[in-house]
């Protein structure tokens, strides 16, 4: 049978001859391999085995950690990260980042979210370093009173911003108007009265 005549798929064709030079091969992944005894399977071992990774000596899950304290801790031996307003203690999985000790480095006391994301938005936090958890980030409260205040819009100010209705004041009381259900607030029985104020 002759070269023409017979057919191929695509996996058993040789692959296409280049014509007029030799294309760029692709830029190989910058992974790092991990030493033996901290890949992930090792990872889930230890984290298994070790009660207090997170190096909180049996205290509770802090509620009031703030930026400034996480500034404080950026060392290998003792780093603490930020990811979705939780704090973690990463310094025990730093070795075992398949990406290598390094990228995780540049974000010990800082805030890691947005790197995060952008490089594993699919990998389970919890499921990982979970039990690396110190605590979570403590809410920044407003710097000043004004600024607090000025955040209310008066009703007819937010009716122009949203766009939204906003329902008319009722009317003095004794005045002749439609009440709630469409008629007069005279026509209510004593018991709708008591349905609606409670």
């Known amino acids: 049978m002759s070269e023409e005549r017979r057919h191929m798929n695509d996996t058993t064709m040789p692959p296409p001859k280049r014509v007029g030079g030799s294309a760029k091969a692709p830029a190989p992944r910058n992974k790092q391999g991990l030493r033996k005894g901290f890949g992930l399977t090792d990872w889930m071992q230890l984290l298994r085995a070790s009660p207090n990774l997170a ?74 370093i979970g039990p690396l958890l110190l605590g979570y980030l403590k809410p920044e409260a407003p710097e000043d009173e004004e600024e607090e205040s000025a955040a209310y819009i008066a009703p007819a100010a937010q009716q122009v911003k949203d766009g939204f209705a906003v329902p008319a004041p009722r009317p003095p009381a004794g005045s002749k108007s439609s009440g709630l259900l469409g008629g007069n607030d005279e026509d209510l029985s004593e018991e709708d009265e008591v349905n609606l104020s409670g």
């Open 55 to 128: 190096q909180r000596q049996g205290g509770v899950i802090r509620r009031d950690i703030t930026k400034e304290e996480v500034k404080q801790h950026k060392s290998i031996h003792n780093g603490w990260m930020i990811l979705n307003d939780k704090v973690y203690n990463i310094a025990p999985y730093l070795h075992y980042h398949p990406g290598g000790a390094d990228i995780l480095v540049k974000c010990l006391g800082r805030d890691g979210t947005s790197l995060f994301m952008k490089y594993h938005p699919w990998v389970n936090v919890e499921g990982l």
